[in-house]
């Protein structure tokens, strides 16, 4: 969104990120995203975003006024245990596309998602419903205009829109549709996100993990193209 060139490095989640020299020398959880600015090194992407805006001034994303400020963190803290709960739709419905295991009953389920993450659709279905009465206030997340709330919240409900990924169903959340739109306005929203449309709707994905590894390379030559466009310091 703001032309900052940057080098884009695909890892893996499950094994580069597992590797010692990751979890040294860049993030001891072994989680992705990480960042290395100059040799400054940072996870989480919320602590990432946030620098990035401070060292850049981008006050419109993060909003120098205390107010405005505080109700973008309100976000942010509510995020990580109420909209990032919305991954287990995505990895339930993707999981047996991955091992490619046709018809999985719940006893399969049980076995191969995360102990945590099973019944956990109330708190999803809070979630969003607490994001549509936020957005049945304003334009955007933390207020009329796009910030860092908006940003985090969309990475993670976005994918899941029925002409993405399919499986989250958003009908019964009409703010949460509306929004949708505006996002998809944003400066490189197609760029950013090549690997949606690449990867389609997972209920019908074929080829298990080969087919999302070949989809997260293919968008990350996009990214990569892009970036070379932007204008170098
Ligand atoms: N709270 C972290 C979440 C990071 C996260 O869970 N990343 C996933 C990929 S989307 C990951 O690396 N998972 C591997 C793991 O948990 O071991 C953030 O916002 O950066």
Redesign the pocket.
Known sequence: MKKLPFEFVMTS??KA??QPEYLTAVNPR????AIDDNGVVL????AILIYLCEKYGWNDLWPADLVARAKVNQYLHFH?RNT?EV?VQWSRALWPAVFEVENPDETWFRRNTFAGLQNNSRVVNDALEIIDRMLANSAFIAGPTVTLADISAYEELGQNQQKYANCTDYKKYPNITRWFIEMEKLPFHREAHAVWPLIGDINQLRGGMGTISSANKQAATVLRETVTQFPQS
């Open positions: 989640q499950n990120a597992k072994g989680t992705i995203p996870w989480e992407s919320h990580h990032r991954v």
